[in-house]
């Protein structure tokens, strides 16, 4: 069993800056990719950024340039920090995890970023 525990969503004013974080823990041997997706009222859940266990990132062209994904491998962590924020980004973000072996997939409980305008 794996846990993906988030922290460091809120409340922030457009143009301000987040900083996101994803702790693992369980049942784990080695995540091949960690990432973050969102969903926003009425629309469907979205890739906002991921990151392999060789550091290769994917991000979203609404975010790109302004977010930056990174991991610590040692630490089964993920983080996402998000700078020159807008009110389009208010959603829930979901923190993802995958491995191969135990092979699964993983979700966090999800966080509230509001930005206002």
């Known amino acids: 069993q794996v846990q993906l525990v988030e922290s460091g969503g809120g409340l922030v004013q457009a143009g301000g800056s987040l900083r996101l974080s994803c702790a693992a823990s369980?049942?784990?041997?080695?995540?091949?990719?960690m990432g973050w997706y969102r969903q926003a009222p009425g629309k469907e859940r979205e890739l906002v950024a991921d990151?392999?266990?060789?550091?290769?990132?994917n991000y979203a062209d609404s975010v790109k340039g302004r977010f930056t994904i990174s991991r610590d491998i040692a630490k089964n962590t993920v983080y996402l920090q998000m700078d020159s924020l807008k009110p389009e980004d208010t959603a829930v973000y979901y923190c993802?995890?995958?491995?191969?072996?135990?092979?699964?997939?993983?979700w966090g409980q999800g966080t509230q970023v509001t930005v206002s305008s």
């Open positions: 993802n995890a995958e491995q191969i072996w135990p092979r699964g997939v993983y």
């Open positions: 369980g049942r784990i041997f080695s995540f091949n990719a």
């Open positions: 990151i392999t266990s060789g550091g290769r990132t």
